[in-house]
C-alpha cells in the first residue's frame, strides 16, 4: 500500500471536458477524464488507495505544473510532460505503463506490441485491461495503443475521446480548425508566472 500524503485535488476545465487531478505534496497521482460523476470518482479512486489520506481541494506547486503543462499539451502541442507522478496499482500494470509511456507523440503502437516488449507476449488482452485501468490517462498516453488491425479499442473515457486525442496530436492546427466549438476554457489556477517567457504555439514542443 502506498504511503498516504495529504492529498489536493483540482478541477481543470479543457477542450475536452473538464479533468479532474489529484496530487500529493510531491507526485500526481490521479487524472480523471471527463464524466458526469468524475469529482465522485476521483475520491472514491483516492479513498481507495490512499485511505489514510485526507483529501480537499486547492492548487499546490504539483497541480500547478500539472494544470501548465496539459493546457500547453491542448493549446501549444506540448508533446512531453515533465511532471513528478507515481503510477499506482500492480507491477504488472505499472509495466505496462511504463512501455505506454515510452510512445512518441503523433506515433501509435498495438497491444501486442507493448505485450511483447514487457516480456509478456500472449497477455495481449491483459494489457488492454491494464489500459483501461491507467490511473493517469493523457500523462501517460495509453490512448496511443490500438487493435492489431489499426482499430480504435476501448479506452476508459471512451472511442471518441480516444479518437479526438490521436487526431489532436496527429495535426494540431488542422485538428483545432475541424472542430471551432470545442475552445480552451481559461484555466483559472494559471497565471503569467506559470507560463514559459515568450511562449507560442508548436514553437519549442518538446519539454
Not at 478541477?11 to 479533468?19: E, K, V
Request: glycine fraction near 8%; charged fraction near 20%.
Amino acid at each position: 500500500m502506498p504511503k498516504a500524503h495529504p492529498v489536493l485535488t483540482l478541477s481543470l476545465p479543457t477542450p475536452i471536458g473538464r479533468l479532474h487531478i489529484a496530487a500529493t505534496d510531491r507526485e500526481l497521482i490521479r487524472i480523471e477524464l471527463p464524466h458526469a460523476n468524475a469529482e465522485m470518482r476521483l475520491k472514491i479512486w483516492v479513498a481507495l488507495h490512499f485511505p489514510h489520506a485526507s483529501i480537499r481541494s486547492g492548487v499546490s506547486p504539483i497541480l500547478k505544473k500539472a494544470a501548465t503543462q496539459l493546457e500547453r499539451y491542448f493549446t501549444a502541442g506540448l508533446e512531453m510532460f515533465q511532471i513528478p507522478h507515481r503510477m499506482v496499482g500492480t507491477p504488472f500494470q505499472v509495466k505496462v505503463w511504463e512501455q505506454s509511456g515510452k510512445i512518441p507523440f503523433g506515433e501509435t503502437r498495438t497491444y501486442a506490441q507493448i505485450a511483447a516488449a514487457i516480456d509478456s507476449p500472449r497477455a495481449t488482452r491483459a494489457v488492454g485491461s491494464a489500459e483501461m485501468a491507467n490511473p493517469l490517462p493523457i500523462l501517460v498516453p495509453c490512448h496511443r495503443v490500438s487493435g492489431a488491425d489499426g482499430g480504435l479499442k476501448g479506452y476508459s473515457g471512451g472511442i471518441d475521446l480516444k479518437r479526438w486525442l490521436l487526431e489532436h496530436e496527429g495535426d494540431l492546427p488542422e485538428r483545432s480548425a475541424a472542430r471551432p466549438g470545442k475552445r480552451l476554457h481559461v484555466v483559472a489556477p494559471l497565471s503569467n508566472e506559470d507560463r514559459s517567457p515568450g511562449q507560442r504555439p508548436r514553437s519549442n514542443p518538446r519539454h
